[in-house]
């Protein structure tokens, strides 16, 4: 499963703007690694740079010190539309009738195919093949008097996820979705504001936690202070699980739940439902990490870090030749034989999405002398795609799509297989069922879905 994007910005004079975003992107790495990019304003400019890469690949001082300003936005990118070219790279900063904007989002535009037609009618020209380049446009497009109400006209418009940090010359603005789908907090910082997708940027840079954008909120930030103008809700709200599951950072806490505890509550409650004899437990690094002490937690049977992560493994530009290529999961993960030798091991693990990767460690387990392994997922069979976001699989390719239970753990090589129950993780998240989207489980969609745009669909065609 591929990661969201990550979103950062901050209205703070008298502040080095451009080095607070550069470590607000840091701590959300996780959240997207194809590219990187911060902008700035001044009051009468925006000076943007982005860039391939991650954020310790991207950035340097000289190029800090040319992104002069009081306000700036940043983002990570992981593409769930358009390529992983660096014209696709964010904040993209678009031209209107109404002006200039900067603009990151994370999310995905469902009906964003018809926008682009009716908006290319209209003779918008666009740059990338990404549908944030269409909420660009829309809000440009405009005929509002104010950017506040610009944006609103675009909410309007928009179906399906998108959380935003939006910038113009003298303004800041975060914007989340009617249902909430995508995380977005806002913070104080010195008598500034600061956005972050997670809770965990506000940390490393000094800010406080004030509150979270409420779906369907537009929050306008200037020198005038904090404004806050909200849409009406669909009725119900729908945040990600896999927030909770994968996606966030552990220290990270969003509707008032720290994300560790809830992954150590998963895994303790995957204990009750599935236990077994066994001698030692391992969580998958790092995201099963928390469950994996929750279930030893529960279950008496000692947790160990018989599998372990190379955490300086990222992404790469130098293309391995056939030999390391053969090696596959090995170059992230690498087994301890002194502690696997003879054991009968419980494997936790976040998900299992299309099976590729979960055969692999459990034979690299096999290989380092574990006498028996059971697997444990803190998720539930995935089974339908996501279409607001997340670069999940087809679903096709979805090995809970056309497979059961049994059949999968045949598959992937385990032992025995259990997936956390849907009871078991809503109370492990300890909020409300009806706070979340769990569609990719049970294919019920918070909005109607029409069939899968192809990712490319929006890219221009270059010569």
């Not at 769930?80 to 660096?86: C, E, K, V, Y």
Request: with cysteine.
């Amino acid at each position: 499963m591929k990661e969201c994007c990550a979103l950062f910005g901050v209205y703070a004079p008298g502040e080095d703007v451009a080095r607070l975003t550069y470590f607000g992107l840091y701590s959300q790495q996780h959240r997207g690694q194809e590219s990187s990019g911060i902008a700035t304003a001044d009051g009468k400019r925006i000076h943007v740079y982005t860039k391939t890469g991650l954020v310790s690949q991207v950035y340097n001082e000289e190029v800090l010190a040319r992104l002069w300003g009081n306000i700036a936005i940043g983002h990570n990118r992981y593409s769930t539309t358009g390529s992983s070219s660096p014209a696709n790279a964010q904040p993209i900063v678009t031209e209107g009738p109404a002006g200039r904007i900067a603009l990151g989002h994370n999310g995905n535009i469902t009906n964003a195919q018809y926008l682009h037609n009716e908006l290319e009618q209209q003779h918008c020209n666009f740059a990338t093949g990404t549908d944030s380049e269409i909420i660009a446009h829309l809000i440009l497009s405009s005929t509002k008097k104010t950017w506040a109400n610009r944006i609103r006209y675009a909410m309007k418009r928009l179906e399906g996820a998108y959380s935003l940090v939006l910038m113009t010359e003298d303004g800041l603005f975060g914007v989340r979705d009617p249902l909430g789908i995508r995380p977005l907090c806002l913070g104080r910082l010195d008598g500034g504001w600061v956005l972050a997708s997670e809770s965990c940027a506000l940390d490393h840079i000094g800010a406080k936690f004030h509150r979270e954008v409420e779906p369907g909120e537009v929050v306008a930030i200037d020198s005038s202070g904090m404004r806050s103008y909200k849409e009406k809700q669909l009725g119900k709200r729908s945040l990600c699980i896999f927030e909770y599951i994968y996606f966030a950072r552990p220290d990270s806490i969003m509707e008032g739940r720290r994300i560790y505890l809830a992954r150590q509550a998963m895994g303790a409650r995957l204990a009750q439902e599935h236990p077994v004899n066994a001698d030692l437990v391992i969580g998958v690094p790092d995201s099963a990490t928390a469950a994996g002490i929750g279930y030893s937690i529960e279950s008496g049977i000692p947790f160990t870090e018989g599998l372990l992560k190379n955490r300086y493994v990222g992404r790469t530009f130098i293309e391995p030749d056939q030999r390391i290529r053969e090696l596959g999961v090995k170059l992230k993960f690498n087994p301890m034989p002194e502690v696997l030798e003879g054991k009968r091991v419980v494997l936790v693990d976040d998900s299992i999405v299309r099976g590729t990767t979960t055969p692999r460690v459990i034979s690299l387990l096999r290989r380092a002398g574990a006498k028996e392994i059971h697997m444990r997922i803190c998720a539930l069979p995935i089974r339908y795609p996501c279409f607001f976001g997340v670069d999940m699989a087809a679903k096709w390719e979805l090995i809970a799509s056309h497979k059961e239970v049994p059949e999968i753990a045949d598959y992937i090589g385990a032992d025995s297989l259990g997936y956390l129950s849907m009871e078991g993780l809503i109370e492990s998240v300890a909020l409300p069922k009806d706070l979340f989207c769990l569609a990719c489980f049970t294919g019920e969609y918070p909005i109607p879905v029409q069939l899968e745009m192809d990712k490319l669909a929006l890219e221009p065609v270059r010569e």
